[in-house]
């Protein structure tokens, strides 16, 4: 069967209390409407439009990843008239119209699958999502007849007391087929509000002779409306707990699922063990095996097989290959690509750098533009000087060197292949390979200077106590 995808987007979200349209707040790093678009886009529409209103060009800026087209609803006069506006759009299509509103993040192309294999096994003409609702006052209400089929919906402003108990209510996602858009033209104006409610078409449609349908096959959870901050939190609690479950599902361990965030565009590898309050973001991959110890944050990065992160670590736009062992404390910039059994420990900082197979850097360093090889020992304390004031510089230590603690490599530089770099050094020019490098201060001992230094200082306190007795 044919189908197109329309996506109601053009409310101003009043309640949301922010001058950022309503479908453009985000959970995690995502606009709402993009996660309903990724989900439409999985059911293969051959077209998709979204309805835009005032803030149009924001929308329109924001949606990534798919061919869609835009239809404007200059004024908000309702959910009716903004799919009367996508029509000309859709004016050479022939086939099933799927409506959804940009405010449903949470809806899933498996549930929106099911509902169109409903509404065409039993050819109805237009066919509706509902749901049971624990407070339903947000919502239309469904209304059935006699024989439970449904007749109308009733919104919450409109409904009689009675009605106001109903739990089944109106999810704002149909399926139309196209001969029944013309009844659009057919919908009144709402007096209370001013609008052309689409939740009239049921009505509309079934008094015409139209064959219509109900499905009651959502959650809540899944199909709530995010219209305030408050529910916008709740959306984002419901997908961080959908994305873990999901990965638990799959073979990975979280020690306290409640406490970890993992993007949805983040992949895991199996048998990976995650501690609490551990932040994956972005398009981060994690290999398998690993361990990611408590309070580690993973942006963008590629996490290979193996690897064990320690706590408090920071890592953003780096690669980490299989085996190596990266913190606690310890901060990966952009561009840095670790190598297999490798170690970056406690308090070392490494950006835009290579670092060769099993090289070590342990403790309290800073690497920046740096080209090191395999095999090479970083002792504590030492630095990279990669600026001159004017641009970066890079240091290349070759393979199976040996830096010494509390070493400045004063870039451009290199250090030659098994060189040997003693601690407290200053290098500024190349070290030649296998060789020693020293450069220290001579070494100077004043004798008795401790013991004149003593002397002074009671000195001076006696001259003070003196003064004090006057």
């Not at 790093?29 to 051959?46: G, T």
């Not at 919906?153 to 108990?165: F, H, L, M, P, S």
């Not at 062992?325 to 990966?332: Q, R, S, Y």
Request: glycine share 10%; net charge positive; with cysteine.
């Amino acid at each position: 069967m044919k189908l197109a995808c329309v996506i109601l987007a053009a409310g101003l979200g009043k309640r949301m209390n922010s001058s950022l349209p309503k479908v453009m707040h985000k959970i995690y790093d995502k606009p709402m409407i993009q996660y309903v678009l990724d989900s439409v886009s999985k059911l293969r529409p051959e077209r998709t439009v979204i309805v835009v209103g005032e803030h149009h060009e924001e929308i329109e800026g924001s949606i990534r990843g798919s061919a869609v087209s835009f239809a404007l609803q200059r004024e908000a006069k309702g959910t009716g008239d903004a799919l009367s506006k996508a029509k000309a759009a859709l004016k050479d299509f022939d086939g099933t119209v799927l409506v959804l509103n940009g405010d449903t993040p949470l809806v899933t192309p498996e549930t929106l699958k099911r509902f169109l294999r409903l509404h065409h096994k039993q050819r109805n003409a237009v066919s509706l999502i509902s749901f049971i609702a624990d407070d339903p006052k947000a919502y239309g209400r469904i209304l059935r007849d006699s024989l439970g089929r449904i007749s109308s919906i009733v919104e919450d402003r409109d409904a009689t007391e009675g009605q106001k108990n109903i739990k089944e209510v109106n999810s704002g996602v149909y399926a139309i087929e196209q001969a029944a858009l013309g009844l659009l033209k057919d919908i009144p104006l709402n007096p209370s509000k001013g609008e052309y409610y689409l939740t009239e078409v049921i009505s509309i449609a079934k008094n015409r002779g139209y064959k219509v349908n109900s499905y009651c096959i959502g959650s809540e959870n899944e199909l709530m409306g995010v219209n305030t901050k408050s529910e916008l939190l709740k959306a984002h609690l419901a997908m961080r707990k959908r994305i873990v479950n999901g990965w638990i599902e799959k073979g990975i361990t979280f020690i306290d699922p409640d406490s970890a965030f993992v993007y949805p565009d983040v992949r895991i590898g199996g048998d990976t063990i995650i501690y609490p309050s551990v932040y994956l973001e972005g398009k981060t991959r994690v290999g398998k095996g690993c361990v990611i110890y408590p309070n580690v944050h993973i942006i963008d990065s590629e996490i290979g097989d193996g690897v064990l992160i320690k706590d408090s670590t920071v890592i953003e736009g780096a690669i980490v290959r299989s085996k190596a062992v990266i913190g606690p404390f310890a901060h990966l910039r952009h561009g840095c690509d670790i190598g297999s059994e490798s170690k970056i420990g406690n308090f070392v900082e490494v950006k835009k750098s290579v670092i060769g197979q099993g090289t070590k850097a342990s403790h309290l360093s800073y690497i920046g533009d740096a080209l090191i090889g395999k095999g090479v020992n970083i002792g504590a304390g030492t630095i990279t000087c990669n600026y001159d004031g004017k641009e970066k510089r890079r240091t290349t230590i070759d393979d199976n060197v040996f830096i010494g603690s509390d070493t400045q490599l004063v870039a451009p530089v290199r250090v030659g292949k098994g060189a040997y770099v003693g601690a407290g050094s200053t290098i500024t020019k190349d070290v030649p390979p296998m060789s020693l490098a020293l450069s220290r201060a001579e070494q100077k001992h004043i004798e008795g200077w401790a013991l004149k230094k003593q002397f002074k200082v009671q000195s001076l306190k006696l001259k003070v106590k003196n003064r004090k007795d006057r």
